[in-house]
């Protein structure tokens, strides 16, 4: 079994497939808006293997006080096999001198499971009056 290859990357070429891969329609619908997206991150990773692209991560970060985790996802055919974590993980070494690492997921034990394996904690395990967290979708 080949081993994946993670690098920094901003290709833009193989997108679409991958997002459609794992039913993240809110981005495929609008394929200009994706390119748009990843090309505006402040850091992209992917994860190839056999040099076919398999997984990505982005963040978008001020480099000194935040780092916000946006996407981190496998192709279905290549999870299972470390390599969500080698992705997360690049970006907490890129930007290992900043403090805050956020990130929005979805409601899903197995999501929560990842994370927190990778060092993340949900908002309410700060206990409680410690932190609040807002969003706004438009």
């Known amino acids: 079994m080949d081993e994946p290859v993670i690098a920094e990357e901003k290709s833009l070429d193989e997108l679409l ?17 994706l390119r748009a997206a990843v090309a505006g991150s402040s850091y992209v990773v992917t994860a190839r293997l056999a040099g076919r692209l398999v997984g990505l991560a982005r963040a978008i970060s001020d480099d000194a006080t935040i780092c916000y985790l946006q996407d981190v996802l496998v192709h279905p055919e ?51 009056g410690t932190l609040r967290a807002f969003v706004r979708f438009d």
């Open 78 to 128: 290549a999870q299972r096999r470390n390599i969500g974590r080698a992705l997360v993980n690049a970006v907490i070494e890129r930007y290992a001198a900043v403090r805050q690492k956020v990130l929005l997921t979805d409601d899903e034990p197995a999501q929560r499971a990842f994370y927190e394996a990778l060092g993340y904690a949900e908002i309410r395990d700060f206990g409680p």
């Open 17 to 33: 497939p991958l997002y459609q891969a794992v039913g993240w329609t809110a981005y495929t619908a609008d394929p200009d808006l």
